[in-house]
Nanobody
């Protein structure tokens, strides 16, 4: 009953910017944390950024200072502002949410993934 839908991925030149959005919908009671992960062929999925509640954030060292994660709690939406993009940022980006449903069932949910390609 819970869905996470990402948007905003695409092709961008090195040094450019991109803003990813992820909206959670369904029978949600509360969202404890939301985050963004990415996966490149041949590599394990890695944490990009995570936000707990509405303010506590974690970032991968590789994106610190370039990416910013934020939430619109009222809209159950998380954003990832990506600046100064590098070719090594190319990956499939996945939205994640740790939440409780309206039936008090805790679960971790994932979006379908959105492709981000940084290339000239």
């Amino acid at each position: 009953q819970v869905q996470l839908v990402e948007s905003g991925g695409g092709l961008v030149q090195p040094g450019g910017s991109l803003r990813l959005s992820c909206a959670a919908s369904g029978s949600i009671s509360s969202i404890d944390a939301m985050g963004w992960y990415r996966r490149t062929p041949g590599k394990q999925r890695e944490l990009v950024a995570r936000i707990i509640g509405g303010s506590i954030t974690n970032y991968a060292d590789s994106v610190k200072g370039r990416f910013t994660i934020s939430r619109d709690i009222a809209k159950n939406t998380v954003y990832l502002q990506m600046n100064s993009l590098k070719p090594e940022d190319t990956a499939v980006y996945y939205c994640n949410a740790d939440l409780r449903t309206r039936w008090d069932r805790f679960g971790t949910y994932w979006g379908q993934g959105t492709q981000v390609t940084v290339s000239s």
